[in-house]
């Protein structure tokens, strides 16, 4: 499979706008880009606006429904295996791989997000991390650029290298316009120790198409889905 894994540090570190801007960008270039959400939390809350929901945000960009980007929803804001045991079922590993492989077969890029960070577990004894690993994607990694994120990062790398991951970069987001003594040594510390380009995502207002797609285009995404890092 051609694509990316996009994970987190930690639940909202960005990486659905970070995913929104990879879609807006390949679309624009033309690339056949299928986001494939395994698992959507939290239906119930009403979105951050001005911010759909995430599903609703990454369907509108690739000319896709809620249902097929993200196939397995839950209204309950939780780990994903407390919402599925709560809503009365179970998340099956085979399911969640069988249609990321689907999803790839009707695109030319798969974009996966996944669900907070990637110890996060999908079923007691499988986690994202888990299922990162099966599908083979290079891991992209979404982290906040402030204070604190330089042990969330390192620790995320480190978790994704101890089962052969391959991390094609990190990326701090939202970065400021003007980013503050912290956040730039923050970004020079992370690459540093953990030896991975780290990129930035600029701050978005918005959901609008044509500044996610030049935030996007702002990314080496080509080299990232070419394995050139």
């Known amino acids: 499979m051609r694509g990316l894994f996009i994970t987190g540090t930690d639940t909202g570190a960005g990486k659905s706008v970070l995913s929104a801007a990879l879609v807006a960008a390949m679309v624009e270039a033309g690339e056949r880009v299928r986001p494939y959400k395994p698992v959507l939390t939290g239906l119930d809350e009403e979105p951050a606006r001005p911010w759909p929901a995430d599903d609703e945000l990454l369907a509108s960009l690739a000319g896709m429904t809620r249902e097929d980007v993200a196939p397995e929803r839950f209204g309950l804001a939780a780990s994903p295996h407390l919402a599925a045991q709560l809503a009365g079922g179970v998340l099956e590993p085979e ?55 330089i042990s969330h ?30 956040e730039r040594s923050n970004r020079e510390t992370i690459g540093l120790l953990a030896d991975v380009e780290v990129w930035v995502l600029p701050t978005l207002a918005g959901p609008d198409r044509a500044a996610l797609s030049q935030a996007g285009n702002a990314l080496p995404w080509r080299e990232w889905l070419d394995g050139r890092r």
């Open 153 to 182: 990062t390192l620790l995320t790398v480190e978790a994704a290298r101890s089962v052969g991951l391959s991390i094609a970069a990190v990326v701090l987001t939202p970065w400021p316009q003007e980013p503050t003594v912290v």
């Open 95 to 149: 399911s969640l791989i069988a249609r990321a492989r689907a999803a790839a077969a009707d695109g030319d890029v798969l974009l996966v997000e996944g669900v907070g960070g990637l110890l996060v577990p999908l079923r007691a004894d499988y986690s994202v991390r888990d299922l990162a690993r099966d599908l083979g994607l290079a891991l992209l990694i979404a982290a906040r650029p402030g204070l604190g994120t």
